[in-house]
């Protein structure tokens, strides 16, 4: 799916990719879903890949609101340069650790809903345009909309279908 480019677009590719992320992990048991994957990576399970999706909802919520109010947000977050999404990303997992899969799945659910209410209340040149918003620098607000939520789960899914994949 290309990247999108208007607001349709983005709702459509959020919910569809978010859809799949879905159906792929229904698609297998509760011991898989609960497994560990057999590559080395920062996430090991699905809760992990679930949990970092929605920490990464809260950081754009949170930039969104702080940019909003006429503010500059601190991105990605305070202590944590682009440079350092890494060390980030790694924080994130650290916090997550003692959340159960079924927790991970209700908080994204909920911070899915969140980003597609925020993308809805706004027009296609609100989203689209570069530097529409002040807070945005010199890309869209849109721009940030897609990472967070259709590219970032196409990331899932591909981290899924290599899990399910080692399975077999």
Same mark, same amino acid.
């Given at each position: 799916?290309?990247?999108?480019? *208007? ?7 959020? %919910?569809?990719?978010?859809?799949? !992320? ?14 560990? &994957? ?5 996430? =090991?399970?699905? =809760? ?28 990605? =977050? ?27 799945? $209700?908080?994204? $659910?909920? +911070?899915?809903?969140?980003? &597609?209410? !925020?993308?809805? =209340?706004? *027009?296609?040149? %609100? ?12 890309? *869209?607000?849109? +721009?940030? !909309?897609? +990472? $967070?939520? *259709?590219?970032?789960?196409?990331? $899932? ?9 080692? !399975?077999?």
């Amino acid at each position: 799916m290309a990247r999108p480019k *208007s607001k349709v677009e983005l709702l459509e590719a959020a %919910e569809h990719n978010y859809q799949a !992320l879905l159906t792929l992990i229904n698609t297998m048991t509760d011991v898989q879903q609960n497994g560990t &994957f057999p590559f080395e990576d920062r996430d =090991r399970n699905i =809760r992990d890949v679930l949990v970092h999706l929605h920490e990464w909802h809260n950081m754009m919520k949170q930039w969104y609101q702080v940019g909003m109010s006429g503010k500059k947000p601190i991105m990605p =977050r305070e202590g944590y340069s682009w440079k350092t999404t890494a060390e980030l990303n790694h924080a994130i997992w650290l916090h997550y650790q003692d959340t159960d899969l079924q927790t991970a799945k $209700a908080l994204l $659910a909920h +911070s899915h809903n969140e980003m &597609f209410c !925020l993308i809805d =209340r706004h *027009s296609n040149e %609100e989203l689209f345009t570069k530097k529409y918003y002040q807070w945005t620098n010199t890309t *869209s607000l849109g +721009s940030y !909309l897609v +990472s $967070a939520t *259709s590219s970032h789960y196409d990331w $899932a899914v591909k981290k899924l279908k290599k899990y399910k994949k080692q !399975l077999s």
